[in-house]
Every structure is written in C-alpha cells, then in structure tokens.
T-cell receptor
C-alpha cells in the first residue's frame, strides 16, 4: 500500500472550513484514498473515500488532484466536535486476496477547532 | 445499543497474568479485527478474521492470540501479559466485499489495558 504523509497538527476557527492535506505520491492506479477520524480515545470513524473523482457526503468533501498524488479533506463548517485526529489511508480495493480489508493507520493530523 | 461492544472497558493487571478481551457485534459482518494503539501513535493491526474459520496475523501478533467463537464474537488473549502491552485496544468489523462501502470499518469503544 502507498505511504501517506500528513501534517502533524492543524488549527481551525469554529465555523470556518478545515482543509486537511495528504500526500500519497506513490499511489498506484487501483488504490483508493480513505479518511477516518478519531475523537479522543474513541474508536476511529469512517469519513469518506475516493478513487480519482471528488467526493462529497454529509460529513465532508474529498478533493483528489488529477495526478492522484495528493488529496485534501474538507470539513466545510468546522465545529468544536470536529477536534480529532484525522487519518489519511491509501488502500487497494479488490474483491479477493488476503490483504483485503486491512487498514494501515499512520500518525494522522491532530485538528484542533477553536472558538 | 452499540453495534460493536468491547469488554472490559478498562483493565489493570499484573505481569504474567492471562488476560482476555472480548468483542461482540450486532452488525452481521463477517470480518473482524483487533488493533492496539499506543499513546500518540496510530493503530496497529494485531489479528483479523474474515469468517469464523479464518484467522490471520496482523503486523504485531507476537504475544497475542485470538479466538473467533462465532460470527458475532472475536476474543483477544494475552497469554502472559507484559508491561509493553499496556495500550488501548480496539475491535472493528467490516462487511464482505459484495456489499456496503468497501473497507469501511466500524470500531468499538476500546479497552484500556494497563499491565503493571
């Protein structure tokens, strides 16, 4: 699986957009980008995933560059409850194989949303 | 009720003791996982199971064993606990490839284990 690089920490003002970058320059064609977050000491929570097109759901938007070497998770209107560690994960998605389904978590980005 | 539950939520034990952490799920998922998290670090995969008859080692399986008693239950054992196994342990489940969001994993609330 491709390695990802994320900033260690970021700050954001409440109500503003939080833009979390992720570099995955060695990503291959069959690898998806996934984002999870972990609020202090709770289990991680799935946010969004994508292959090459931009994606949006009720939680966030995912912007993937055309060359797929980087992506940005956007929380459009950050709240205090969005303070968490955000993990960018690159995973092969295929129907078979013993590696299927495993997630490799790095250290992530600590996002602090302040009033 | 929570979809993925873990017991106990907190445990303090002594070096050399045998410890079992239990995970139950009501999501009907075939796949279950055990992770550990050390302070300030990401999650590391210990063991995973794709169905009741399937058990696989993860990145850091030494010192651990697992049992998949049923589709809904996946237990993690520390045969002889040591202090560097002090960590936060998470159980997770995921659906099989043919349905749902591929690779979305649902995590339990975690078990905080301290080995003295």
């Amino acid at each position: 699986d491709a390695k990802t690089t994320q900033p260690t920490s970021m700050d954001c003002a409440e109500g503003r957009a939080a833009n979390l970058p992720c570099n995955h320059s060695t990503i291959s064609g069959n690898e998806y980008v996934y984002w999870y977050r972990q609020i202090h000491s709770q289990g991680p929570q799935y946010i969004i995933h994508g292959l090459k097109n931009n994606e949006t759901n009720e939680m966030a938007s995912l912007i993937i560059t055309e060359d797929r070497k980087s992506s940005t998770l956007i929380l459009p209107h950050a709240t205090l409850r969005d303070t968490a560690v955000y993990y960018c994960i690159v995973r092969v998605v295929r129907a078979g194989g013993t590696s299927y389904g495993k997630l490799t978590f790095g250290q992530g980005t600590i996002l602090t949303v302040h009033p | 009720d929570a979809d993925v539950t873990q017991t106990p939520r907190n445990r303090i034990t002594k070096t050399g003791k045998r410890i079992m952490l239990e995970c139950s799920q009501t999501k009907g998922h075939d796949r279950m996982y055990w992770y550990r998290q050390d302070p300030g670090l990401g999650l590391q995969l210990i063991y995973y199971s794709f169905d009741v008859k399937d058990i696989n080692k993860g990145e850091i399986s030494d010192g651990y064993s697992v049992s998949r008693q049923a589709q809904a239950k996946f237990s993690l054992s520390l045969e002889s606990a040591i202090p560097n196994q002090t960590a936060l342990y998470f159980c997770a489940t995921s659906d099989s490839p043919s349905s749902g969001i591929i690779n979305e994993q649902f995590f339990g609330p975690g078990t905080r284990l301290t080995v003295l």
